[in-house]
């Protein structure tokens, strides 16, 4: 994981192509990496070195998750 050594970097994601799971690593105010997980089709995703927010359902638009799962929302 040297990504992790790169000084500018304060936050990265991985989403889950198959499930709704998205997790968020972000540096804490101690300079450690912190997980933040989203499972929830109704949770936002918030992204805080662009100052943005961005809801799952709109993460999963158009995908074989929402088509498969058939969320309401």
């Not at 989203?38 to 949770?43: G, P, V, W």
Request: one cysteine or more; aromatic letters at 14%.
């Amino acid at each position: 994981m040297l990504y992790r050594s790169i000084p500018t970097l304060q936050e990265y994601f991985f989403v889950d192509s198959l499930s709704v799971h998205v997790e968020a690593w972000y540096i804490n105010e101690k300079g450690n990496w912190e997980l933040r997980e989203y499972k929830s089709i109704n949770d936002t995703l918030n992204i805080s070195t662009i100052n943005t927010a961005i809801p799952l359902q709109e993460i999963c638009l158009d995908t074989k998750i929402m088509t498969e799962n058939s969320f309401k929302y």
